[in-house]
């Protein structure tokens, strides 16, 4: 079987001897014989020219692709060719023992090797032990090692998720230029340009990228080299490849959900205006989930300036929910005036038998509602005429040409931190027909009962305030609630104010017409007090 050295040997025939290296220390020690030097490249066969070296990239799987970084990580085989002379040897055909001799990685430095390197590497790895040298006897070198490789790609992030992109390996000689080496892919022509085949490639399979030159049998691409200029121009080979995304994903966790959330969003324009919780929630919680959404897809992309298909159209969306959101707020506002308005109106309302009234006195009268208006306005009391103290109260009456006003003090001995009495204050206006003494003897009995009256009689302010009758609700004028006390249709004595309501007393104290013609207000009024005139609200404010 050959085991002697030199001898090839075959069944049921005679031991053959063979004339060369059968081994790569045998092939070592016959180039030392021959002096070799693997310091020097290796020249063209009669000529000084450059040392052609082919290079190849046999891609097995596609490891990650870091689009935050750009970065790719790729597994395979990189396979280099080139000729060197010096080592040929005698083939099969010649009497040799072998025609091809493969070295490990260790026995592979004893010979001239190119310096290639990969100009966009941001990490490379060479697997242990995966490296092989094969030389032929004609003088063709083969070499392949396994290696793990990352590098720097021009990710395009525009159309995503709709995005395809292109990834190269670039290589070049690290101190060789172009005079001494030229580099090309395999079977390519020298020179720059699109040639031979750069990369190879089973049928590869990826969770989220596809590769739209793969098919059945795999897939090849041509390399393209371009020379540089750096003094002496150097060749620089690419070797490149197209992969795209698989759009499921985000389709199905970005795209429908945000338009799902948009329609939940807008589901606040059919909700009751006056349902704000409600609307609010539709409003914000949308916005807000579109926001985290869009921070979850920066999380993975690179934090440039660079537009993105994927969140224009978050964007779009959030903004549509933002508008939805004013448009709440707007809707809110508007229901507040709305609120505001109804008041009044209802206001109106419930004062249009005595806005009649006064139409009616107007025509009655002759004269315009405007002239009965300002004989309605309020005016000033002109003099306190007398008061009468008691322990907890004082009585104080006060008159005018066309009216009387019996205004009753009571409260505390103390006094507030700005040195005015505590208490309260009730006030009554009332018509008179005939003008009373400014004696205390010669007053009607219904004003001397205001003495003794209860405390729950009219309007009902602090001490510490002017002097006034209460004001009315800005929604009632006072005119129009002496107006209603002038159809009173008799006068009220101070014990019918004493035993009346007391949401009836309120009601009067706000001036508020209705109440003012409300039951007890309506009994009989036994007392002379009637006005032949219109009536004149007393105080210190006209509201």
């Not at 085991?3 to 016959?30: D, F, I």
């Not at 010096?86 to 010979?111: P, W």
């Not at 290639?116 to 083969?142: K, P």
């Not at 101190?175 to 031979?196: F, P």
């Amino acid at each position: 079987l050959g085991l002697e050295k030199g001898v090839l040997c075959t069944p049921n025939e005679a031991p053959v001897l063979c004339n060369g290296p059968s081994s790569p220390r045998e092939l070592l020690e016959l180039l030392k014989t021959r002096g070799y030097d693997k310091s020097k490249r290796p020249l063209p066969c009669d000529s000084d020219g450059p040392t052609l070296v082919e290079a190849q990239l046999y891609l097995m799987q596609v490891n990650n692709v870091d689009q935050k970084l750009g970065q790719v990580e790729l597994n395979g085989y990189m396979r280099t060719w080139w000729h060197d002379h010096r080592m040929m040897f005698n083939g099969s055909d010649n009497g040799g023992c072998r025609d091809d001799i493969s070295m490990n990685g260790e026995e592979a430095q004893s010979i001239w090797l190119p310096d290639l390197y990969y100009d966009n590497m941001v990490e490379v790895e060479v697997a242990e032990g995966a490296r092989l040298v094969s030389v032929n006897h004609t003088g063709h070198i083969w070499r392949s090692e396994q290696i793990i490789i990352t590098v720097k790609t021009d990710l395009q992030l525009g159309k995503l998720p709709y995005d395809q992109h292109t990834c190269a390996v670039v290589l070049a000689s690290y101190s060789q230029d172009t005079r001494h080496i030229r580099v090309t892919a395999r079977g390519g022509s020298i020179g720059t340009g699109t040639s031979g085949i750069g990369l190879q490639a089973p049928k590869m399979k990826h969770m989220i990228w596809s590769f739209p030159q793969s098919s059945e049998e795999g897939f090849t691409t041509p390399g393209i080299v371009v020379t540089h200029d750096f003094g002496q121009p150097w060749d620089y080979l690419s070797l490149t490849f197209d992969f795209a995304r698989k759009p499921n994903y985000y389709i199905f966790q970005v795209q429908l959900p945000s338009c799902l959330f948009q329609l939940i969003c807008y589901i606040q324009f059919w909700v009751e205006p006056t349902a704000a919780p409600a609307r609010a929630s539709l409003a914000v919680i949308a916005v807000l989930i579109l926001r985290t959404m869009i921070n979850a897809a920066y999380g993975t992309l690179p934090e440039g300036s660079q537009s993105m298909w994927l969140l224009d159209f978050i964007w779009c969306g959030m903004c549509l929910g933002v508008l939805a959101a004013i448009e709440f707020g707007a809707v809110q506002y508007m229901l507040i005036i709305e609120k505001r308005r109804q008041a009044r109106l209802t206001g109106l309302f419930k004062h249009r038998a005595v806005a009649n009234r006064l139409c009616d006195k107007a025509e009655r009268e002759g004269k315009t509602l405007l002239r009965v208006l300002e004989e309605c306005s309020p005016v000033r009391a002109a003099q306190e005429d007398f008061h009468v103290d008691q322990t907890d109260s004082k009585i104080s009456i006060m008159r005018d040409s066309d009216y009387i006003v019996a205004q009753r003090s009571r409260g505390s001995r103390g006094r507030t931190g700005s040195g005015q009495a505590q208490g309260r204050r009730d006030t009554i206006c009332v018509p008179k027909r005939r003008m009373p003494s400014t004696d205390s003897a010669e007053q009607p009995s219904e004003v001397r009962a205001a003495v003794s009256a209860p405390p729950q009689v009219l309007a009902q302010t602090p001490v510490s305030a002017p002097p006034s009758l209460a004001p009315p609700p800005a929604s009632v004028p006072v005119r129009v609630s002496m107006v209603m006390a002038e159809e009173l249709s008799g006068e009220a004595t101070m014990d019918e104010l004493k035993d009346s309501d007391p949401e009836d007393t309120m009601g009067v104290a706000a001036t508020s017409p209705t109440a003012i013609t409300s039951a007890p207000w309506r009994k009989k009024i036994r007392g002379k007090l009637a006005a032949e005139t219109s009536p004149q609200l007393v105080g210190e404010t006209t509201a």
